[in-house]
């Protein structure tokens, strides 16, 4: 079970200064359930990501997403592989320094921070810190600058291991490949962070097709509490489909409303995107509140009727159904999900781009007005966002000369 606590990016994509997302929940006391308890912290359970499109919210997902492949395989480049990072480009500095990333996690009830920083060719700095057990103060487990690497005694499984790891290859993984307990857990629990395209699902299937074979009775009454409109949903294994394929079953009904009969369809090829997209989630969205692992979600809201979006999201605040934890954090642009009362106002986050094209986040518990006082939670939100109250939003041009270019007047 691992809990995010927060992520800090820094040059990388349109991220020019270091910038933090934090799960950590502020002193505010609206909607208790929206918070878990885990250690001595207190982390949100949703988080949702607002703001015109390319500002800045897909960037953040894919900071994260690069962080956990680099750590994911490390251990499998060569000494003269690239590391396929992209900086800031937009300022000349920028180009040539390093990128930043850094994680806060909880693992059971442990505490780390791991980071480090990057170019093209080579690990610059990394990083790992824990909190023991029933303490407050952060302890360095082990510093890296360039060559040099100091271990600290206690990460002594990893005293030895220094001169084994490349330039281009983080310590950590070198860690995990001979197997240091912490290492291994913590590169672990990495990898469970769940980061999901909410546009491109069809590759996450396979997990609901697990989830339907092994857990039926419970993946079918997801299904049913969604109503999406069949009746029962089944695999096709076997000789008749080359691998697994869903087929939806739907009542037959005679003129005066009877139902005489059922008729079976292949999900793909007869149900609609948003169906599709449900059945292509719902493994992860399973898997995840049942293991109490975080789920990232690029444009959760795609293809989505708001109210079936906003059922997922009570699945997460819920204690009954998310009795571990699990988190969810995802990009959206569904403004109704602002105005339904789910969210506390440390669950809202902005991205938004200045004239120098840099992406800045912030959140709305963190928001003040021109006159420095801070958004109250009594404000119509989704009326606030769509007026541009809070930024992050598109600012349009006017469209009303489009047709008449090259025409007088």
Partial sequence: ??????????????FKDKKTFSMEASNIRELPDNILEAG???????????????????????????????IMNSSKLNSTDKLDVTPFLL??????????????????????????ELDNDKIHS??????????????????RENES????????????????TRENGLFLSVCDQFNVKQAKEIIANINDIRILSGVNHDPFKSMTNVYLREEAK??????????????????????RAAFDKAQTTHNIYDISGKTIG????????????????????????????????????DELDAKLHPLLTKKIIEMFHSPEINPK????????????????????????????????????????????????????????????????????????????NLMNHGKKS
């Fill in 218 to 239: 419970k993946t079918k009454d997801f299904f049913n509490n969604f109503q999406l409109g069949f009746i029962d949903i089944n695999l096709i294994t076997g000789e």
């Fill in 40 to 70: 001595n912290y207190k982390l949100l359970k949703t988080a949702a990501i607002y703001g015109a499109n390319s500002s800045g919210k897909s960037n953040l997902i894919k900071a994260l997403e690069f962080m956990q492949d680099t």
């Fill in 126 to 143: 990394e990083w790992l810190y824990i909190v023991p057990q029933n303490t407050k103060k952060e302890q360095a487990l082990f510093l």
């Fill in 325 to 400: 934890g699990a988190q969810l954090i995802f990009a959206t642009h569904d403004t109704n999900l602002l105005g339904c009362d789910c969210f506390r106002r440390d669950q809202i986050w902005f991205t938004e781009k200045d004239e120098k094209e840099q992406t800045d986040l912030y959140s709305l518990v963190e928001f003040r007005d021109p006159d420095g006082v801070k958004v109250r939670n009594d404000r119509n939100y989704e009326k606030d966002y769509i007026q541009g109250r809070y930024g992050a939003i598109p600012f349009i041009g006017d469209f009303s």
């Fill in 262 to 297: 059922r008729h079976s369809f292949i999900i793909t090829e007869s149900e609609s995107a948003g169906t599709n997209k449900v059945f292509d989630m719902a493994g992860f969205i399973l898997y995840t509140l049942q293991f109490g692992f975080p789920l990232v979600v």
């Fill in 91 to 116: 300022a000349k500095e920028n180009s040539s320094l390093p990128s930043y990333f850094e994680i806060l996690l909880l693992i059971w009830d442990n505490y780390y921070r791991y980071g480090f």
């Fill in 1 to 14: 079970m691992v809990h995010l606590i927060e992520f800090t990016v820094g040059n990388f994509l349109s």
């Fill in 149 to 164: 690497i100091g271990i600290s005694n206690a990460f002594s499984e990893a005293k030895g291991l220094e001169e084994r």
